[in-house]
């Protein structure tokens, strides 16, 4: 019904940038905050930014200053600017989108697959 797809991920080394992108598609009425998270080996699933629908964005304190999180409503995509990354960015990032499929319903999450950062020293 929907589907979320993210792209742009890999191995970079640090200090450099990567750009990431996540569009929903499928039944959707309206999405309401997309964020991205990330998960690194052997710990749990972090939340690093997320975005509202009218671009009020939310930031973890060690990737603010560094990361940029933006949207483009018409194309149902969340972007995940990562400049200055370093090796404890080291993770898979995961994209989340809060999903209306259609008016006056309750939203539910829909997350991508993952795509794979990886910042050698």
């Known amino acids: 019904q929907v589907q979320v797809v993210e792209s742009g991920g890999g191995l970079v080394q640090a200090g450099g940038s990567l750009r990431l992108s996540c569009a929903a598609s499928?039944?959707?009425?309206?999405?309401?905050?997309m964020g991205w998270y990330r998960q690194a080996p052997g710990k749990q699933r972090d939340l690093v930014a997320t975005i509202t629908s009218t671009g009020v964005t939310n930031y973890f304190e060690s990737v603010e200053g560094r990361f940029a999180i933006s949207r483009d409503n018409a194309k149902n995509t969340v972007y995940l600017q990562m400049n200055s990354l370093k090796p404890e960015d080291t993770a898979v990032y995961y994209c989340n989108a809060e999903v209306l499929v259609r008016a006056y319903l309750r939203p539910s999450a829909y997350w991508g697959q993952g795509t794979q950062v990886t910042v050698s020293s």
């Open positions: 499928g039944s959707i009425f309206s999405i309401n905050t």
